[in-house]
């Protein structure tokens, strides 16, 4: 914990708005889509999905196939505790809305499922976007999946099972997007970044969960950030975005939001 806050004193010191930034590309993405203070009302889709999940007080057995969680050691888990501490706060499911309705991505690979809360934020950023998503632990999924359909989300593949062996046969697919919160160790986070460069396209955006959740995963957000293909890098301390872009030269931004 005293790491996190040590960390995140560093980031906010480093950090800029705005003003700080001197790219166009990243210039208006940060005053028009991360400060984009607009009342969406597709907010109040997200409230009532977050709303159903932290009103579950059913168990689930869980089965942990990546770093394991902070805030809990048993295997048995309150689906109303998992959306409180695992799943993605109001904010960030915000600008995941924003983000990928800015961008309008058409295929989106996402690693580590959970609940479907930022899930479900991607896929009302573009309702028409073709969305994979992996969850590793066969409960999750199930309740996951139902989850969906109660909510009408048609268009969205949830493959189960361990991330190293169901991306092998996506890694000849393309995508604009690929979100990665799943396995929080340094090694994993690298190798799926490794496994995944063949689908990227110049446009695509990778976009890495917690990336000072531990030493090691900041350890791997700096490796990513030097690798020749990776172009410009946003680290907003709650996550790092990774553009490979070959029209900017090699920049890196944090920024405060």
């Known amino acids: 914990m005293l790491r996190q806050v040590i960390a995140y004193l560093k980031f906010w010191l480093k950090s800029k708005n705005q003003h ?10 940060v005053t028009k889509c991360f400060y984009d203070n607009k009342k969406y009302n597709e907010y109040s889709k997200l409230k009532l999905y977050r709303a159903l999940l932290l009103s579950n007080n059913n ?38 809305y924003r983000f990928v309705n800015y961008f309008q991505f058409k295929n989106i690979l996402e690693l580590g499922t959970s609940l479907g809360i930022a899930t479900h934020a991607i896929q009302l950023g573009n309702p028409k976007a073709k969305i994979t998503t992996i969850e590793g632990c066969p409960n999750i999924s199930t309740f996951t999946k139902s989850t969906f359909k109660q909510f009408n989300l048609n268009n969205i593949e949830l493959l189960t099972g361990d991330f190293s062996n169901v991306v092998k046969p996506l890694k000849s697919n393309a995508y604009d997007l690929i979100y990665f919160d799943g396995n929080h160790q340094k090694q994993a986070t690298i190798h799926y970044f490794k496994t995944l460069l063949p689908t990227v396209s110049n446009d695509t955006v990778f976009i890495f969960d917690d990336i000072y959740w531990s030493k090691d995963m900041t ?38 939001i």
């Open 20 to 29: 700080g930034v001197h790219s166009p590309f990243v210039y208006n993405l």
């Open 59 to 96: 168990s689930i057995q869980i089965t942990e196939l990546g770093a394991g969680s902070k805030t809990s050691k048993s295997n048995t888990r309150v689906i109303s505790k998992i959306a409180k501490n695992a799943g993605s706060t109001k904010q960030r499911e915000k600008l995941f």
């Open 219 to 256: 350890e791997a957000w700096n490796q990513i950030k030097k690798h020749p293909q990776v172009t410009v890098t946003i680290d907003l301390f709650f996550c790092g975005m990774v553009f490979f872009r070959k029209e900017q030269e090699k920049e890196h931004f944090t920024i405060r």
